[in-house]
């Protein structure tokens, strides 16, 4: 049974740029959040996929746009990095909209120089 | 801000002690639940509590809720090495159409050998 996969593992970017970070559910979930984690805090949930829409978001800005696949799969988009941007992300996958159990991916790291 | 506070910010103990850490909240919950972080990678889900009820257990994990104090707290017993980690309470709170979960910034545990 197949856990929830992220990539990349890490990347490297630069100011201004911009980046997409790729997040395969587990096996029979239909609901994908995501989460900044910066250095020594608890992560913070930018926004939920399901029925390939945005159910709800966080305090995050209009940089931070997403995607849901009808394989439910999920992209996150960041435009215009910016160095506060450097933390973990970290996918979650829970099922049928309000999951209650959450199982999360490795994250990727992301670091903005 | 963040709904759950967890105390102390970091905890050292000994090889077979117990280890006790506490998260607080400042509104109503569903639930409240305990995730574990080793190194900075993905969140493992630990046990679920439900605003109805007061103590949970699961093999080592022991964790109360006191809902009119705001207040759970996790309790590892016989700690090992590997339970060496970051330990978040996260609260789950459903209003009419979504559901939010929310995490306290942790307690980070170092299991001395």
């Known amino acids: 049974d197949a856990g929830v996969t992220q990539s990349p593992t890490h990347l490297i970017k630069t100011r201004g740029q911009q980046v997409t970070l790729r997040c395969s559910p587990k096996s029979g979930h239909d609901t994908v959040s995501w989460y900044q984690q910066a250095l020594g805090q608890g992560p913070q949930f930018i926004f939920q996929?399901?029925?390939?829409?945005?159910?709800q978001r966080g305090n995050f800005p209009d940089r931070f746009s997403g995607h849901q696949f009808p394989n439910y799969s999920s992209e996150l988009n960041v435009n215009a990095l910016l160095l506060g941007d450097s933390a973990l992300y970290l996918c979650?996958?829970?099922?049928?909209?309000?999951?209650?159990?959450?199982?999360f991916g490795p994250g990727t790291r992301l670091l903005v120089l | 801000s963040q709904q759950g506070e967890e105390d102390p910010q970091a905890l050292s103990i000994q090889e077979g002690e117990n280890a006790t850490m506490n998260c607080s909240y400042k509104t109503s919950i569903n639930n409240l639940q305990w995730y574990r972080q080793n190194s900075g990678r993905g969140l493992v889900h630990l046990i679920l509590i439900r605003s109805n009820e007061r103590e949970k257990h699961s093999g080592r994990l022991r964790v109360t809720l006191d809902t009119s104090k705001k207040s759970s707290s996790l309790l590892i017993t016989a700690s090992r090495a590997a339970d060496t980690a970051s330990y978040f309470c996260?609260?789950?709170?459903?209003?009419?159409?979504?559901?939010?979960?929310?995490f306290g910034a942790g307690t980070t545990v170092t299991v001395r050998a």
């Open positions: 979650a996958s829970s099922l049928g909209g309000f999951g209650e159990t959450q199982y």
């Open positions: 996260a609260t789950y709170q459903i209003f009419s159409n979504d559901y939010k979960l929310s």
């Open positions: 996929y399901y029925e390939e829409e945005e159910r």
